[in-house]
């Protein structure tokens, strides 16, 4: 017989004779001459609840099953009397496929966010986490279909490169030498001899590559890993993470803007209607304003101002920040969170930034002092995309590298870009996991990712 998922059984206008689901147990109980088990097969929040009894012929071995124990159950599905939900199956066969024992961490009880990070190849069997990785599953889907929708082409852009994207210089080192050996050539390592024959690296972004595949197919998107070696702990960040990354051609930095806005409000109104049942756990559990929160989002318009602007409301802002506020400075995510959450009151994108802080790539306005670079703030989170207008012409292009300090030959297949057929374009980068963050009102950034990395942990 073939497997029932939990959810689909939910949505079962009427009984049926037979059913067959696998799944964990959660929880049993036990009642004269029967046992009620409470079964999760991770397709959704519910469980199923079985009713077994003491004319099953391994009822007595039903009776020592634990919490975590994985079954096989054939039985027929009928309304149930209880409350809170439709069905229930009553067993005609239980089989035990594996029996967990008594030290089974996951016990019917609420255990902290720190503790289950030290089991996190066993989290998702909470509700919590099941949760988060089905909504993180979901989104996945989103932004695959949003782009599709809209006749991007989908780029896998490389994970080892030799560029530096944003020329921080924190990345992580790839080789295959051996560190116990490493060749010298001038009291230095000698990385011709290494696997590629040059200095390798994690990317931070696929962008440099996403572009030149727009200059060639127009529209394009990348979706995948990135990584940055900064020894940070903060809950905003980790060494691993997913980035959404679009490129499109013969667009500028309004046009970047406006699919920017597009793609936050779709993300987070599609969402709310595939995930319902796993958001009203987080609006039950981890942020009563969440659904506030979304709902304006996909409801209000953004507000888009000048990078001077916000820089003169934060300077004027009757509120003390942690980090001073002066003209030619980052944003910090204080300054963000104030700007979307207490001042404008919704999402807000800042733009025109100083040159001086944004990287190479970004265009120069006509001014000659801002470049045409944008960033979405929203509520809770802050900085939730970052984008640009990119620098299409050769002659500023190369001024920019020679200021940032960078080698033109190790970027001399991104200059042809601008020597052969360059145009106008411009894309963004969206933190998938900050994306994750705002839609659940989860605050720390281990929380959304299966097996989080950051600085002194490398489990799992």
Same mark, same amino acid.
């Given at each position: 017989?073939?497997?029932?998922?939990?959810?689909?059984?939910?949505?079962?206008?009427?009984?049926?004779?037979?059913?067959?689901?696998?799944?964990?147990?959660?929880?049993?109980?036990?009642?004269?001459?029967?046992?009620?088990?409470?079964?999760?097969?991770?397709?959704?929040?519910?469980?199923?609840?079985?009713?077994?009894?003491?004319?099953?012929?391994?009822?007595?071995?039903?009776?020592?099953?634990?919490?975590?124990?994985?079954?096989?159950?054939?039985?027929?599905?009928?309304?149930?009397?209880?409350?809170?939900?439709?069905?229930?199956?009553?067993?005609?066969?239980?089989?035990?496929?594996?029996?967990?024992?008594?030290?089974?961490?996951?016990?019917?009880?609420?255990?902290?966010?720190?503790?289950?990070?030290?089991?996190?190849?066993?989290?998702?069997?909470?509700?919590?986490?099941?949760?988060?990785?089905?909504?993180?599953?979901?989104?996945?889907?989103?932004?695959?279909?949003?782009?599709?929708?809209?006749?991007?082409?989908?780029?896998?852009?490389?994970?080892?490169?030799?560029?530096?994207?944003?020329?921080?210089?924190?990345?992580?080192?790839?080789?295959?030498?051996?560190?116990?050996?490493?060749?010298?050539?001038?009291?230095?390592?000698?990385?011709?001899?290494?696997?590629?024959?040059?200095?390798?690296?994690?990317?931070?972004?696929?962008?440099?590559?996403?572009?030149?595949?727009?200059?060639?197919?127009?529209?394009?998107?990348?979706?995948?890993?990135?990584?940055?070696?900064?020894?940070?702990?903060?809950?905003?960040?980790?060494?691993?993470?997913?980035?959404?990354?679009?490129?499109?051609?013969?667009?500028?930095?309004?046009?970047? @803007?406006?699919?920017?806005?597009?793609?936050?409000?779709?993300?987070?109104?599609?969402? @709310?209607?595939?995930?319902?049942?796993?958001?009203?756990?987080?609006?039950?559990?981890?942020?009563?304003?969440?659904?506030?929160?979304?709902?304006?989002?996909?409801?209000?318009?953004?507000?888009?101002?000048?990078?001077?602007?916000?820089?003169?409301?934060?300077?004027?802002?009757?509120?003390?920040?942690?980090?001073?506020?002066?003209?030619?400075?980052?944003?910090?995510?204080?300054?963000?969170?104030?700007?979307?959450?207490?001042?404008?009151?919704?999402?807000?994108?800042?733009?025109?930034?100083?040159?001086?802080?944004?990287?190479?790539?970004?265009?120069?306005?006509?001014?000659?002092?801002?470049?045409?670079?944008?960033?979405?703030?929203?509520?809770?989170?802050?900085?939730?995309?970052?984008?640009?207008?990119?620098?299409?012409?050769?002659?500023?292009?190369?001024?920019?590298?020679?200021?940032?300090?960078?080698?033109?030959?190790?970027?001399?297949?991104?200059?042809?870009?601008?020597?052969?057929?360059?145009?106008?374009?411009?894309?963004?980068?969206?933190?998938?996991?900050?994306?994750?963050?705002?839609?659940?009102?989860?605050?720390?950034?281990?929380?959304?990712?299966?097996?989080?990395?950051?600085?002194?942990?490398?489990?799992?």
């Amino acid at each position: 017989m073939k497997q029932t998922k939990i959810v689909d059984i939910l949505n079962v206008e009427k009984p049926a004779d037979t059913v067959l689901v696998k799944g964990w147990v959660r929880t049993r109980r036990d009642s004269k001459g029967f046992s009620f088990v409470e079964l999760n097969d991770g397709s959704c929040l519910k469980n199923m609840q079985i009713i077994t009894d003491s004319n099953l012929t391994n009822y007595d071995d039903i009776c020592r099953i634990t919490t975590g124990s994985a079954l096989a159950v054939t039985g027929k599905l009928v309304e149930s009397p209880g409350k809170g939900q439709k069905w229930e199956i009553h067993a005609d066969s239980v089989t035990i496929i594996s029996m967990a024992p008594e030290t089974y961490p996951l016990q019917k009880k609420r255990h902290t966010d720190e503790f289950l990070r030290t089991i996190s190849h066993l989290r998702p069997r909470t509700n919590k986490y099941s949760a988060i990785f089905r909504i993180r599953s979901e989104l996945s889907f989103l932004i695959h279909k949003f782009f599709r929708d809209r006749g991007f082409k989908y780029i896998h852009t490389p994970i080892i490169t030799g560029s530096d994207c944003e020329g921080a210089g924190e990345m992580f080192r790839v080789t295959a030498l051996e560190l116990e050996n490493i060749p010298k050539k001038d009291g230095k390592p000698d990385l011709t001899k290494d696997f590629f024959g040059g200095e390798s690296n994690l990317t931070v972004s696929g962008q440099l590559s996403a572009e030149m595949f727009a200059l060639a197919l127009g529209d394009v998107y990348t979706f995948g890993p990135t990584f940055r070696a900064e020894n940070s702990n903060t809950r905003r960040h980790a060494a691993e993470f997913w980035m959404v990354e679009p490129e499109m051609a013969f667009c500028d930095l309004e046009g970047d @803007m406006d699919l920017a806005e597009t793609f936050l409000k779709y993300l987070t109104e599609n969402i @709310m209607e595939a995930c319902k049942e796993d958001l009203e756990l987080f609006y039950k559990f981890v942020d009563k304003t969440l659904f506030d929160t979304l709902s304006g989002i996909v409801e209000s318009g953004f507000e888009r101002i000048p990078y001077k602007k916000a820089v003169d409301i934060l300077t004027k802002a009757n509120k003390k920040f942690e980090y001073d506020v002066s003209f030619g400075n980052n944003l910090q995510a204080e300054h963000e969170r104030y700007l979307a959450e207490e001042y404008i009151k919704k999402p807000v994108i800042v733009y025109d930034y100083p040159k001086e802080i944004k990287p190479f790539y970004m265009r120069i306005n006509d001014d000659n002092t801002t470049a045409a670079a944008m960033d979405v703030l929203v509520p809770r989170i802050g900085e939730i995309i970052g984008g640009s207008q990119r620098e299409e012409r050769l002659d500023f292009l190369e001024t920019r590298m020679e200021e940032d300090g960078l080698k033109k030959e190790h970027y001399w297949w991104y200059l042809d870009s601008r020597k052969y057929g360059s145009v106008p374009h411009s894309g963004f980068g969206l933190g998938f996991e900050r994306m994750l963050m705002l839609i659940t009102g989860v605050v720390n950034i281990r929380d959304v990712i299966p097996f989080p990395r950051t600085p002194g942990s490398i489990e799992f």
